[in-house]
């Protein structure tokens, strides 16, 4: 977040507590209609549902978990020396060391296809199976962030009717 959206973030939020405080301070009967936010995010969740098919409109659902975690995201540069010091291994002992050095890593994507090369699978077979793998990890990416969008969209309509 840069400053200028901190900024605002926090201008924002004195505003709403002022503009409480300033008006006796109620928030239940001033600042909340609860028959609106029922209208509001139930329609607004309705409409996603009706868009969506209903296994990715409840995975979408469970997503929100992920906005809450950390992303764990690896340094490059450890990635990299993992992937010379199993080159060497891979030189010096032959392709068969590496399956017992795959028992530690928490890369599950490299450990697999490192597992698909110990085995002798082809390696043109091999890049076919992890970009495989890539492209369906992208496309339930793109089904939860279509869920997102669309929820998204449909928020502010419904606000207004709400």
């Not at 010091?85 to 994507?109: P, Q, V, Y």
């Not at 990890?137 to 606000?159: D, Q, T, Y």
């Amino acid at each position: 977040m840069d400053i200028a959206s901190l900024v605002g973030l926090i201008l924002g939020a004195v505003m709403v507590v002022f503009g409480i405080l300033s008006s006796g301070g109620n928030i239940v009967d001033d600042f909340m209609d609860f028959p609106s936010v029922i209208i509001t995010i139930g329609g607004s969740l309705a409409g996603t549902l009706a868009s969506h098919k209903l296994a990715d409109f409840i995975s979408g659902l469970k997503s929100i978990g992920l906005a809450m975690k950390e992303p764990s995201v690896g340094d490059a540069s450890e990635v990299i020396s993992n992937i010379i010091n199993l080159s060497n291994i891979s030189r010096k002992e032959g392709l068969l060391a590496l399956e017992e050095a795959t028992h530690d890593m928490d890369d599950e994507f490299l450990k697999k296809g490192i597992n698909l090369v110990v085995d002798g699978t082809d390696p043109d077979l091999v890049r076919g199976i992890l970009e495989t793998d890539l492209i369906n990890l992208e496309a339930r990416h793109k089904k939860v962030i279509g869920f997102w969008e669309k929820w998204a969209e449909l928020g502010p309509a419904w606000g207004m009717i709400g």
